[in-house]
């Protein structure tokens, strides 16, 4: 049976991992679990999943990303207002 390094732990050849993973250590499933959503938020695996579970029509994904872009400047608009003078 070949052996493959796979991360700190030698795997066999056929039963290596494929895809996002994470090792259990000393029962901690609560930790392991935190890291596995964080490794699937930054891949954006997910969230391409959600966006094929419905056609979404251009025109509406046109508005969604200028009413995106309007809160954004609000919200830079906002941080740089100056403070009301209080005399």
Aim: glycine share 4%; charged share 40%; no cysteine.
């Amino acid at each position: 049976m070949k052996y493959q390094k796979n991360n700190q732990f030698d795997v066999p050849y056929d039963r290596r991992l494929s895809g996002t993973s994470v090792f259990v250590k000393d029962g901690g499933v609560e930790q392991a679990l935190r890291k596995l959503k964080k490794k699937v938020q930054e891949s954006g695996k997910l969230q391409k999943v959600q966006d094929k579970t419905e056609y979404i029509k251009p025109t509406t994904l046109r508005k969604r990303k200028a009413a995106q872009a309007r809160k954004r400047w609000l919200k830079q608009l906002a941080l740089e207002k100056l403070p009301e003078k209080k005399y």
